[in-house]
């Protein structure tokens, strides 16, 4: 009897298991499967009359939230004065950074503004529009440090910390550590930049590598100096993330990015929230 | 001054979330106690059959860390219905803490003597009638105590509810902390909102312990 219950636990699991995986596959594979209703998406949006936009408010200048609850930044601008030519509302949706691109997949939002770079492997997931701005990295350390830096290969053999799942991790993967200029050991992952930062400004590691203008945000508080500002570590420029196949979605924001490139609209923005 | 200021702006701030944790808390508790009372009564009353069920989705939710079931829940339900971050999250952890609350129930079914059930079916109840006027009264009372426990723990996991997107207090303290880099203040803050909610959640509870204790 015990032994017959067990089995059927076993089987009632095994059951439930399957079903659970049997639900979930389809997130992977909904983008490729429904090409019909992608293609609707623009006017999907112009019927609800806002576009809904994931964003991970926790990354000063590009994207936070001031002391009355309002987003702020310069990708917060950006994407109203999109909408605003859009002619649709735009609504914003605060989410981690690492839920963005599944929230995006099953449809909860329209798109990501998020200081995002169109990686290779972002891109097998979601589309990317054209880059809105060009991407810096830059390397810093302590006030006293001696290092001097005319090229992110000098980093090499120096302790340095990243942030988990950025691009500028991986670039010390494959520029310093697969080389074997720097030992693996010395190579530090943090969950985020600013507590890299702190460590440097502690003397427990020498550097650390990141986007351009929050390190230089980070070193003004933590007091931190600027050894390099470089853009051959960056993989390309930030865009705005949308659903794999939303192809006409992708050619309206593509030309209204170019159009406020053009006519110095983000030139504006930029200058407003102190980007060079 | 400046610190006070930042303080005081931090604490405003902040405190805009305990509606939502509060909220939160709330929801996944009323549903996990209908989830947990109904699979604790099949678990101990039912058949095999439901019996199995009941077991299964206790064993299996339990084994499953709840940021997961809540990630899994918000994609897979927002499929057929639409749901708003917080009534997904909410529900997700409302069918958690369904589990935890079952095995809660479980025990304090099992503590009312056996022999009440057998005298209730002798003078001619039902086997629901049995439950709900003789045993049910008496079990609630059993669980209090344990399902306090619950409701602290459900309290604290409300701030895994922001995977998708639901700005309670501990989000919007990394929020503020991003904003200043001053994540002691922020931090501190949120743990002074928990602390105090924690304990508001004791005290009402310890409330209804002592007005509803069995005479025995």
């Known amino acids: 009897m015990k032994k017959r219950i067990a089995m059927g636990l076993l089987l009632i699991a095994a059951l439930l298991a399957l079903s659970a995986c049997a639900a979930v596959q389809p997130t992977t594979q909904q983008p490729g499967a429904a090409p019909a209703e992608d293609s609707g998406k623009l006017a999907q949006i112009k019927a609800a009359g806002k576009i809904v936009v994931g964003t991970s408010a926790d990354y000063p200048p590009y994207e936070s939230i001031d002391a009355d609850g309002n987003f702020v930044g310069f990708d917060m601008d950006l994407i109203r004065a999109i909408g605003e030519r859009l002619g649709v509302e735009v609504e914003i949706q605060d989410m981690p950074f690492d839920s963005l691109i599944a929230a995006l997949q099953e449809g909860k939002i329209d798109a990501v503004i998020a200081a995002m770079q169109a990686t290779a492997e972002r891109d097998e997931k979601v589309d990317f529009t054209i880059p809105y701005r060009m991407t810096k990295d830059a390397f810093a350390a302590a006030q006293d440090s001696t290092l001097v830096m005319e090229k992110p290969e000098d980093a090499a053999g120096h302790s340095i910390g990243v942030q988990t799942g950025t691009v500028q991790e991986r670039w010390v993967q494959d520029n310093l550590v697969a080389t074997g200029l720097t030992p693996a050991d010395k190579v530090f992952s943090y969950e985020r930049a600013d507590q890299a930062a702190l460590d440097v400004a502690n003397g427990r590691i020498e550097l650390l590598l990141m986007d351009a203008e929050p390190a230089m945000e980070l070193a003004k508080q933590t007091g931190l100096k600027i050894l390099l500002i470089t853009e051959s570590t960056a993989e390309g420029g930030k865009s705005i993330a949308i659903p794999e196949g939303a192809s006409d979605l992708k050619a309206e924001l593509d030309r209204i990015i170019q159009e406020l490139i053009d006519d110095g609209t983000i030139q504006k923005i930029q200058e407003t929230h102190g980007l060079p | ?216």
Do not use: C, H
């Not at chain 2, 971050?85 to 952890?93: I, K, M, Q, V």
């Not at chain 2, 069918?95 to 009312?112: C, D, L, M, P």
């Open chain 2, 1 to 216: 001054m400046d610190f006070a200021q930042n303080l005081v702006t931090t604490f405003n701030f902040i405190l805009q979330g305990v509606g939502v944790t509060i909220g939160v808390t709330l929801v996944a508790l009323a549903v996990g106690l209908v989830f947990g009372v109904t699979m604790a009564m099949a678990r101990v009353y039912g058949n095999p059959l439901l019996q199995a069920i009941a077991a299964a989705y206790s064993v299996i939710i339990r084994a499953v860390p709840v940021v997961v079931i809540i990630f899994i829940l918000f994609f897979v339900i927002a499929r057929f219905v639409n749901l708003s971050p917080f009534w997904a999250g909410s529900l997700a952890l409302g069918f958690t803490s369904g589990a935890y609350q079952s095995e809660i129930f479980r025990g304090a079914f099992r503590a009312v003597p056996s022999g009440q059930m057998i005298a209730a079916r002798a003078i001619g109840m039902s086997k629901l009638q049995a439950i709900r006027s003789i045993i049910l009264p008496q079990a609630v009372r059993l669980a209090l105590p344990a399902w306090g426990n619950e409701a602290t723990l459900v309290l604290k996991d409300s701030t895994l509810v922001f995977v998708v997107g639901v700005p309670e207090i501990l989000r919007r303290a990394q929020q503020v902390s991003a904003r200043t880099l001053e994540p002691f203040v922020a931090f501190s803050v949120a743990m002074l909102l928990y602390l105090v909610l924690t304990l508001l959640t004791t005290q009402i509870l310890q409330w209804f312990e002592r007005r509803y204790r069995l005479q025995m």
